[in-house]
Each structure stands twice: as structure tokens, then as C-alpha cells.
């Protein structure tokens, strides 16, 4: 089934050590998101890639980046990790440069920082 | 500002019962609304959108603009209505879309 992969489900790191988070696509989409998701909050957006070009929300920390090598593949890389970036982080994608296209999300990777 | 409000944390009713899960948003232009679901171990998806005016798995929802709503409806809920439900606002202009989440509304139907 096509869809949207993220992984690990699971990450574990320390205070101040990188980490990389991955989402893959199998929908062929243009367009791939990044959200965070603290515990009992709504899911917020860091970024997106409409293909190449990288947007960044204007409240999004120095500490997050994000990669796109190909359209397939997206990285959410945390530079250095403190305690309140602990949540899960939800991949998303959506097909078409149309605000109202539909996005699918994956199963999220629940970051633990300790 | 945009922002999106769901006012309950959590909603519980019995199998059969009517379900309203309440949204109201604010936003400056043309809303574009949505609402999401999370059953328990599943991922966010799309139950249905404003645009569209269907009926997905029963539910409903119809945009207000005079009272800023978007609830989501259901005449009779089901043991297998029970999940996260979010309602979402797409905002941004030109390539892409900016979903604004609200809070989130667990549903809860018991037997």
C-alpha cells in the first residue's frame, strides 16, 4: 500500500546530542511537512518542502533543519536536543500545490530526550 | 489571529447516543476547514472536509460563518467512533497548505 513511512517509532536520545528522524513516501507527492506534537497539544508545523524549496515557519527553532535528497525521502534533524523537544513528530505529505489537497500523515516517532 | 478552538477535552456518551464535537475557529479569509481522526494505535487521517459536504462514517459537518463553527455531527455514535478528533483550518496563500490544529476532543463511547 502506498503511504507515508516514518521511523523509528521510537527515539531515544541525550541532552545536546544530534538526532535524525526520518519519513519516507511511497504516494509520489510533492510536498512534505514536518509537525510537532507535545504531549496533550495540537500537532504544530516546523516546515514543509514543496519539492525542493524548503519553508520554514517563522517560529520554528535554529535547533530544527530538515532535509529533502529526492522526492521520496525527508529528514527532520535536531541539532541539539533539550528537554522540551521531547514529543512526537508527524510526517506529512499532500499531492498537489493546492492548499486544500489532502495531507496524509505517518505514524509519528515519539522523541524522548534524556 | 488564526487559531482553531475545541472547547472539550473530552466527550463521553453512550453507544446510540447523538455526538456534537464542537470547533470554532478564527481566521481573516475564506476558511478552509477540516476535520481529523485518530483511532488509538492509527494515525492522524482525514475524516472529512467542508468543501466536500459528505457524510463520512455517518458523521457531519457544516461551516457556520455568522458563529465561526465547524462542529462535527453524528445522529447515533458507535463503540468504533471512540478516537482523537481533530478540527483543522488550512491557511497560506499560493503552493501550500498551513494546517492550524486545534486541541483535540477525545471521544469516548461507552456500551
Known amino acids: 500500500d502506498a503511504m507515508v513511512i516514518q521511523n523509528p517509532r521510537y527515539q531515544v536520545t541525550q541532552f545536546g546530542k544530534p538526532v535524525t528522524l526520518s519519513c519516507s513516501q511511497t504516494l509520489n507527492h510533492n510536498v512534505m511537512y514536518w509537525y510537532q506534537q507535545k504531549s496533550s497539544q495540537a500537532p504544530k508545523l516546523l516546515f514543509h518542502?514543496?519539492?525542493?524549496?524548503?519553508?520554514n515557519e517563522a517560529d520554528t527553532p535554529d535547533n530544527f533543519q530538515s532535509r529533502r535528497p529526492n522526492t521520496s525521502f525527508c529528514f527532520l534533524d535536531i541539532r541539539s536536543p533539550g528537554l522540551g523537544d521531547a514529543a512526537m513528530y508527524l510526517c506529512?505529505?499532500?499531492?498537489?500545490?493546492?492548499?486544500?489537497?489532502?495531507?496524509?500523515f505517518g505514524p509519528g516517532t515519539r522523541l524522548t530526550v534524556l | 489571529a488564526q487559531r482553531v478552538t475545541q472547547p472539550e477535552k473530552l466527550l463521553s456518551v453512550f453507544k446510540g447516543a447523538p455526538v456534537e464535537l464542537k470547533c470554532n475557529y478564527s481566521?481573516?479569509?475564506?476558511?478552509?476547514l477540516f476535520w481529523y481522526v485518530q483511532y488509538s494505535r492509527q494515525r492522524l487521517q482525514l475524516l472529512l472536509r467542508?468543501?466536500s459536504r459528505e457524510s463520512i462514517k455517518g458523521f457531519t459537518a457544516d461551516l457556520n460563518k455568522g458563529e465561526t463553527s465547524f462542529h462535527l455531527k453524528k445522529p447515533f455514535a458507535q463503540e468504533e467512533d471512540s478516537a482523537m478528533y481533530y478540527c483543522?483550518?488550512?491557511?497560506?496563500?499560493?503552493?501550500?497548505?498551513?494546517?492550524?490544529f486545534g486541541q483535540g476532543t477525545t471521544l469516548q463511547v461507552k456500551p
Open positions: 467542508h468543501i
Open positions: 506529512a505529505t499532500s499531492r498537489r500545490a493546492i492548499s486544500t489537497d489532502t495531507q496524509y
Open positions: 483543522a483550518l488550512i491557511t497560506g496563500s499560493g503552493n501550500t497548505g498551513k494546517l492550524i
Open positions: 481566521y481573516s479569509g475564506s476558511p478552509e
Open positions: 518542502y514543496y519539492d525542493k524549496d524548503f519553508n
